[in-house]
């Protein structure tokens, strides 16, 4: 069975640092998002992406963030100037376009800022 | 969209059936039902949706009320593997919007 794929499962970064969190999404599926959960709370929407561009975004999503989808097959998301704040799991999901828009969640990459 | 209430936390003996329950009293008629669930802190697993009539998978049942007020997501054989956060969403059928996961209801299957 298909499925969303997530790299790297962890990544520890200092303060400030540049980090890039990398998906693949499910092959035939146009529409990408990511979501976070810090430790302890609740799954937050942070983004969606489709036709190469930003279709919704929430507050968390800054000018620190940005998406990319570089090539055919994989869907980026990057941190420009890691906070401490930004610690947690952020979880890369992908729907095909129909009538329910069902989103497959990847396991998600648990980012440590210290 | 709508917002959802569920109980925060329930146990359940293992063989046996799991009945979340959901109350979503604003949903609108182009909103579905959706059910998620989180085992520890893997990813969102989809688990089942439904617009009005009763839906059935090879994970669980869903049971609409005919007013669609409240639902009910039916594990028939929890086992070990069930214990998870379960998350019932209500959200118009717009591809590309977001979904709002509340706190859910935390599941726990006792052996």
């Known amino acids: 069975e298909p499925e969303v794929t997530q790299t790297p499962s962890h990544q520890v970064t200092q303060m400030g640092q540049e980090v890039i969190l990398r998906c693949v999404p499910i092959s035939n599926h146009l529409y990408f998002y990511w979501y976070r959960q810090i430790l302890g709370q609740k799954v937050e929407f942070l983004v969606s992406f489709y036709n190469n561009e930003i279709s919704e975004k929430s507050e968390i999503f800054d000018d620190q963030f940005s998406v990319e989808r570089p090539d055919g097959s994989n869907f980026t998301l990057k941190i420009r100037s890691t906070k401490l704040e930004d610690s947690a799991m952020y979880f890369c999901?992908?729907?095909?376009?129909?009538?329910?828009?069902?989103?497959?969640f990847g396991p998600g990459t648990r980012l440590t800022v210290l | 969209d709508a917002k959802t209430t569920q109980p925060p936390s329930m146990d359940c003996a293992e063989g046996r059936a799991a009945n979340l329950p959901c109350n979503h009293s604003?949903?609108?008629?182009?909103?579905?039902v959706y059910w998620y669930r989180q085992i520890h802190s893997q990813g969102p697993q989809y688990i089942i949706h439904?617009?009005?009539n009763n839906e059935t998978n090879e994970m669980a049942s869903l049971i609409i009320t005919e007013d669609r007020k409240s639902s009910t997501l039916i594990l028939p054989h929890a086992t070990l593997r069930d214990t998870a956060v379960y998350y019932c969403?209500?959200?118009?059928?717009?591809?590309?919007?977001?979904?709002?996961f509340g706190t859910g209801t935390s599941l726990t299957v006792i052996p």
């Open positions: 604003t949903i609108s008629g182009n909103e579905y």
């Open positions: 999901a992908s729907s095909a376009p129909s009538h329910t828009d069902t989103q497959y």
């Open positions: 969403i209500v959200r118009a059928s717009n591809t590309g919007n977001q979904f709002y």
């Open positions: 439904g617009l009005k």
